[in-house]
């Protein structure tokens, strides 16, 4: 039986401020037995909430778990998805006609490589036609779903068929990963014109593509491309775009330091410039939430780190209402990992900052604010030795609300 339980957790400023919250917050736990875990969500067309990510039974069954909650939390359906191995769910868009979603996931296949599942689900949960993108013996991997101009479908991600884009071999560096970003129709067709395959040597993974109003595409992800600018790293946020059909170029930006950084999300601003965030890896394997904003030149207009004295991580990001960003991400402290949910000010400066959760290890998962201000986000909870997932509203200003 899958059900929905209203559980506590705690809301604290800083490690040694701790405030219980009661029962009567907008904190709702989704999950049944075995392990729940989320990745991405949307706001539906009702006020409600459209949440994808994982379900793994007791027996050991790995599934696609679509959740659909109503405008206050509330479970009204649950779908699982998957072709009987191993899949997983990693991001969901709302079809434009508001005929339901469009849902993908990493399914692994008789190979034991991962193929892309991408399925089209109804109103009510109900499957109404998939597509497994991919080759038997290479490994896709999908992050974002972005519906085109044009009614068609875009996903991104990451292939190891690096043999699809052509490039010149580059010493001491493996070809493992190219940027994947297939383009279907709105029956998942796949459009025969587009390549969908692009990159350097050594290992480009894709956590998003923006179209805009030209029809320019902009990729964004990790790359650890080597160029001659000694202040970048192993492994470095970057950015390219192209005009139409043609394949991307060699033109795109990296930003990123010395050290190593990794891409989680991008979103984009109120100006027409974008966002990302991830994390910025040390020596030391410790980390700190990784920032750059662009314009709408994809030109680099700010870049950081938030440094904090724990080790953290960013998971989402969006530009905050009135100014500033706001960012979902992971703190760890004694050996636990929680939730971290911040604001900044548009130079990057911490306003403020809140971290739920108990006492075992937290996964954030997604962030969206709505038009009143209130920001809601999920997370992976760990309660009684298994994963559940978490929805959670706030006010403006991070602290729970009913």
Request: with cysteine; charged share 20%.
């Amino acid at each position: 039986m899958f059900l929905t339980i209203l559980l506590l957790i705690v809301s604290c400023d800083t490690s040694i401020s701790v405030e219980p919250h009661h029962a009567d917050y907008f904190l709702k736990y989704h999950g049944g037995s075995g392990d729940q875990k989320v990745e991405q969500f949307a706001h539906t067309l009702d006020g409600g909430y459209i949440m994808v990510g994982t379900s793994e039974s007791i027996e050991g069954g790995v599934e696609i778990l679509l959740i659909k909650a109503d405008q206050f939390g509330n479970k009204e359906w649950h779908s699982t998805f998957g072709r009987g191995i191993n899949d997983e769910g990693t991001a969901v868009e709302i079809l434009p006609d508001g005929s339901g979603y469009l849902v993908a996931g990493n399914s692994t296949n008789v190979a034991g490589n991962t193929d892309v599942l991408l399925i089209k689900v109804g109103n009510i949960g109900e499957k109404l036609d998939s597509k497994v993108l991919g080759e038997q013996n290479f490994n896709e991997e999908v992050n974002d779903i972005l519906l085109l101009n044009d009614g068609n479908i875009m996903i991104a991600g990451s292939s190891s068929n690096v043999t699809k884009f052509p490039k010149p071999s580059i010493i001491g560096l493996e070809d493992d990963y190219d940027f994947f970003f297939p383009k279907l129709d709105i029956n998942l067709t796949p459009v025969s014109s587009w390549l969908g395959y692009w990159g350097f040597g050594g290992t480009d993974k894709a956590v998003g593509i923006y179209q805009d109003d030209v029809g320019s595409y902009v990729i964004f992800g990790t790359s650890n491309k080597k160029d001659s600018d000694p202040s970048k790293g192993e492994n470095n946020f970057y950015v390219s775009s192209m005009l139409g059909d043609k394949e991307f170029t060699d033109g795109g930006v990296s930003s990123g330091t010395t050290d190593n950084q990794y891409a989680s999300e991008m979103s984009l601003t109120s100006n027409g410039g974008k966002l990302m965030v991830g994390k910025s890896v040390f020596s030391d394997d410790s980390s700190d939430i990784y920032v750059t904003r662009f314009n709408s030149a994809n030109e680099t207009i700010l870049s950081l780190s938030l440094s904090e004295l724990y080790n953290t991580t960013g998971k989402a990001i969006v530009e905050a209402r009135g100014g500033g960003f706001l960012i979902l991400g992971s703190i760890v402290w004694n050996a636990n990992s929680d939730i971290y949910l911040l604001k900044t000010d548009n130079s990057g400066n911490i306003l403020w900052k809140r971290v739920f959760g108990g006492s075992n290890d937290d996964l954030p998962g997604d962030l969206i604010q709505l038009d009143d201000g209130s920001i809601v986000f999920t997370s992976t909870f760990t309660l009684d030795n298994q994963q559940k997932i978490g929805l959670i509203k706030t006010n403006e200003n991070g602290d729970l609300q009913d």
